[in-house]
């Protein structure tokens, strides 16, 4: 039996109507009295922000609000967000929005404690040590970050993709009101789903994983597989968005105490030139990194179909993995997930470049099979090739 450790000190309130106890669990949890809100200008747009500032301040908190997140967060707007939080003498943060905004809340903490900027603990130049509290309410279902100890920061200067990890980044506390996502667009719905897919398919067979990370990956997959064609097609259907909330949950325990792997490297490098959604740049690379991935990894891969469900217990590996990549083709074009051809602002031209980043990403050592530069440039050429 191999030897593994598996943490999570995330306190984790799921399900509809939870938004209402946010302020007992803050309560609950210490967090203070003077509160920085972490979120983007669309949900403060939408009216959602507000009624969560009211309900805060009606229960005696004071609010400090950031709505400076970015898709794909920059470490420029961290360390004005560090800045801010001392000014104003905050007790916690809380990130309400998907990734974006928890990954940028969990910087903050870390920059507004300890200073310095993301690169000085991603190069080693600075030690992490115990941050500012922080409670996440996600109102997307798709990064499951709100129980990862991990946030990606894009260093403007460099596009570089940077990956801070560390159990000190760890929400205290996550609450998950499906109900808050029932207003997400579909294309956001779409993303950020497939999102949470590879999650958990890169939780279950990259080479970090371990036997609790296999479970909790097994139990999303079938999860969100059933749910977000149902969720994409009828965003009010509310028990479709309850599964998809629960499988990105599951999702993000299960790669949150192992890793993800190649899909991961070469999307986050899309991300840091383009500002692609992470989980379309995601999206659009998953089948011809699954197709790599595969060779060699029959058994492990026709496990993940037949958790998905779209393989029998009793077919051939070979056979399971193959009926894998072709389900996920029809599942891929049935949410109306594009090309890689045809996504803004990308260019066959900055290949090396894409090349470059994603070798320098961390993750690139857990894939199951390993990648070289020659590799990711031939999965690029079958990404810019495809039609779906």
């Known amino acids: 039996m191999a030897v593994f450790t598996y943490q999570c000190n995330t306190r984790i309130h799921f399900g509809v109507g939870t938004i209402q106890s946010l302020a007992q669990q803050l309560n609950d949890g210490g967090f203070g009295r003077r509160l920085m809100l972490v979120t983007d200008k669309g949900l403060i747009q939408a009216g959602l922000v507000e009624q969560i500032e009211q309900h ?63 690169a000085d603990y991603v190069d080693g130049g600075r030690m992490y040590g115990e941050i500012a509290p922080i409670a996440c309410v996600p109102t997307t279902a798709g990064t499951g970050s709100e129980v990862t100890r991990g946030a990606v920061i894009t260093e403007a200067s460099s596009h570089r993709k940077l990956t801070l990890k560390h159990e000190w980044l760890r929400p205290q506390i996550a609450v998950l009101d499906p109900a808050l996502t029932c207003t997400v667009p579909k294309p956001l719905t779409a993303a950020t789903g497939v999102d949470a897919l590879v999650h958990a398919i890169e939780g279950f067979t990259c080479k970090k994983t371990q036997p609790i990370s296999q479970a909790l990956a097994a139990q999303a997959m079938p999860l969100i597989w059933r749910a977000l064609p149902l969720a994409y097609r009828a965003p009010d259907n509310i028990e479709a968005r309850s599964d998809m909330l629960l499988g990105s949950l599951l999702a993000g325990l299960a790669f949150g105490s192992a890793d993800v792997a190649g899909v991961h490297c070469l999307a986050e490098a899309l991300g840091g030139l383009y500002d ?113």
């Open 56 to 118: 805060l301040k009606t229960n005696g908190f004071s609010i400090t609000l950031f709505h400076e997140v970015k898709p794909n967060p920059r470490d420029t707007d961290c360390l004005m967000g560090a800045e801010m939080f001392r000014a104003n003498w905050c007790d916690a943060l809380l990130a309400v929005g998907g990734g974006s905004a928890m990954d940028t809340a969990k910087a903050i903490a870390l920059l507004a404690r300890h200073g310095g900027t993301p």
């Open 276 to 388: 692609t959604p992470h989980g379309l740049a995601n999206a659009v690379f998953l089948l011809p990194m699954l197709r790599y991935n595969i060779v060699g990894n029959e058994s492990l891969h026709a496990q993940v179909a037949r958790h998905m469900g779209v393989a029998q217990r009793d077919d051939e590996d070979e056979d399971a993995a193959l009926v894998l990549i072709d389900a996920l083709a029809a599942w891929l074009k049935a949410l109306d997930i594009p090309p890689l051809s045809h996504i803004d602002k990308v260019q066959r031209s900055d290949s090396e470049r894409m090349v470059e980043l994603a070798m320098a990403n961390s993750s690139t050592a857990s894939n199951i099979r390993p990648l070289t530069e020659s590799a990711y440039r031939k999965i690029l050429e079958e990404a810019f090739a495809a039609t779906f």
